[in-house]
């Protein structure tokens, strides 16, 4: 919470007065007094005063406090950005947050653990991952025969954490992360980066997809609350800044709507601006930006659980079930084809603003269609790439265990929290493409 302060200064020496400007840092001793005015409650009348940094108002570029600076010009300055209030209240409720992360999880008897940044995997196996050499290297095309990587082979700057959870999960039962992954999407849209927090969690002896929504919207719920109660100020602040419209009781405590992909696709395709992207579509239509906000709309703004997508859309490691054909025939906007036999038990979490938030599965735990899964999904990969799975595949060859698990973006959460329309401004030094300033 912040305090605001009338400081009144005791001095005759004009001189000195003139060197205190916009962003000088001092130190100053007196009395703190209850204010006569409305606008404070105190007032400081200052008796030694020492300025420790002085700023020249002439250069100093986000000096004047009359400007209205927008969130593009400060974009561009992100170390001097902290000093205006609107990212001091962002750093405080990204502080509170996690600390929220800390209480629900140890009170969920969930384990603290460390994934590496560095990994020689991809877990999602959408080839975005940072490859990693050390500075200077050669690059590949031009090593010699008998040059070999850093770590033996190649290796990246890890999108997720969930394979190495799973090992841990295996024995903790219960184990979570919260640290930066890493996507080389060339993207410049308001909800990705380049470098972001995600807290990953991973929970053993998870045997339905319900179970997994429900741990999914108790934490939300929670953190919401946590921040409701414990940053109100800085929260409503923000919130009144970005013109935010009310959703965010529905996230702290309304009813999180679930609707399964095939049930979003019967409602996406009588919509006018989708109807040409469904119709006579050969692969499953993934749901896009403008799609995930037209289903939130639809359910008034609260929180959706997207469940059931085709598991042609999804990573190896997804538990599958079904044989059955859903939906309707006959018109060719009604017809879903037969690439949508086989469901992954998993989730996309919708919410306004950023749309995805988190997602999750069952993970599958038999062998054998792990097995099979790698060889489908990734038969355009090299040998040497799934064999670098052959560790994974141990989690089930010895004594495996039904595992469930989610991914949920810690920038975006709090983005949808304080209406924050661009991921940028959540994050302290954002990263993304064609930007990396310091």
């Not at 927008?70 to 902290?82: A, F, G, K, N, V």
């Not at 429900?214 to 929260?235: P, Q, T």
């Not at 989730?347 to 999750?360: K, Y």
Request: glycine share 8%; with cysteine.
């Amino acid at each position: 919470m912040s305090l605001k302060v009338k400081v009144l200064i005791a001095t005759n020496s004009f001189v000195f007065t003139r060197k205190l400007t916009n962003g000088s840092s001092l130190s100053a001793t007196g009395r703190l007094l209850q204010s006569t005015g409305h606008q404070q409650p105190v007032e400081l009348l200052i008796e030694t005063i020492e300025v420790l940094g002085q700023c020249n108002p002439k250069t100093y570029e986000i000096g004047h406090l009359s400007k209205d600076f927008s969130l593009d010009y400060l974009r561009e300055r992100i170390h001097m950005r902290p000093r205006v209030r609107y990212f001091q209240a962002v750093l405080r409720l990204r502080s509170e947050l996690q600390n929220a992360v800390q209480i629900y999880m140890k009170q969920s008897e969930f384990t603290n653990v460390t994934t590496p940044m560095v990994t020689a995997n991809d877990c999602e196996g959408g080839g975005e991952c940072f490859t990693l050499s050390p500075a200077g290297e050669s690059k590949a095309e031009e090593r010699g025969p008998t040059e070999k990587h850093y770590f033996g082979r190649p290796t990246y700057l890890t999108v997720s954490g969930q394979l190495h959870l799973e090992a841990l999960a295996c024995s903790m039962s219960r184990v979570y992360t919260l640290s930066p992954v890493f996507r080389a999407e060339k993207s410049m849209s308001p909800k990705h980066l380049s470098e972001f927090l995600m807290l990953e969690v991973e929970e053993a002896f998870t045997f339905s997809l319900g179970a997994l929504l429900s741990r999914v919207e108790a934490m939300c719920k929670f953190l919401a609350f946590y921040l409701e109660r414990h940053c109100a100020e800085d929260l409503q602040y923000l919130r009144a800044e970005n013109g935010e419209y009310g959703f965010g009781q529905a996230i702290s405590s309304g009813t999180y709507a679930r609707v399964t992909y095939d049930e979003a696709v019967e409602v996406l395709q009588w919509m006018e601006p989708f109807k040409e992207a469904f119709q006579n579509a050969d692969e499953p239509v993934n749901l896009n930006a403008q799609m995930e906000r037209a289903l939130v709309e639809l359910v008034g703004n609260r929180p959706l659980f997207v469940t059931h997508y085709p598991s042609k859309m999804k990573p190896f490691y997804m538990k599958t079930e079904g044989d059955k054909v859903s939906g309707k025939s006959g018109n060719d906007l009604t017809v879903i084809r037969t690439f949508f036999l086989h469901k992954a038990l998993c989730f996309d979490l919708l919410m306004p603003i950023c749309g995805e938030v988190a997602g999750g599965s069952l993970r599958e735990d038999s062998l054998e269609k792990l097995e099979a899964n790698i060889d489908e999904k990734m038969a355009h990969q090299s040998e040497a790439t799934k064999e670098s799975l052959n560790w994974y595949l141990d989690l089930r060859r010895f004594g495996g265990v039904p595992l469930g698990g989610f991914g949920l973006g810690f920038d975006r959460f709090l983005q949808t929290l304080t209406g924050v329309a661009n991921i940028k401004d959540v994050v302290p030094f954002p990263r993304w493409p064609h930007h990396c300033y310091l």
